[in-house]
């Protein structure tokens, strides 16, 4: 049985950084992409950042040069580094499981003053 649990977020100044984790369990992980999405209240949910089962990445514009996503398969977890975070930054931020389509519950992230 497949399960992804995120942690890491909170509330954070502009400027500020927080690290998410996303712990997952059940057999696809080291198979499978694995993505950030957020969605923001009243906005539809987007792609952060996602990176390959090789370690390819990829960001969205907004978050270049801010955010690092990795992985390590030994401990089935993916991250994301959030570094001068923004107040546009602030959502739910899910992990995403790709090959099976599988998202986990989602953490808060707050930027502000």
């Known amino acids: 049985q497949v399960q992804l649990v995120e942690s890491g977020g909170g509330s954070v100044q502009p400027g500020g950084s927080l690290r998410l984790s996303c712990a997952a369990s059940?057999?696809?992980?080291?198979?499978?992409?694995m993505g950030w999405y957020r969605q923001a209240p009243g906005k539809e949910r987007e792609l952060v950042a996602r990176?390959?089962?090789?370690?390819?990445?990829n960001y969205a514009d907004s978050v270049k040069g801010r955010f690092t996503i990795s992985r390590d398969n030994a401990k089935n977890t993916v991250y994301l580094q959030m570094n001068s975070l923004k107040p546009e930054d602030t959502a739910v931020y899910y992990c995403?499981?790709?090959?099976?389509?599988?998202w986990g519950q989602g953490t808060q992230v707050t930027v502000s003053s």
């Open positions: 995403h499981l790709a090959f099976i389509n599988y």
């Open positions: 059940g057999n696809f992980f080291s198979i499978s992409t």
């Open positions: 990176i390959t089962t090789r370690s390819g990445t």
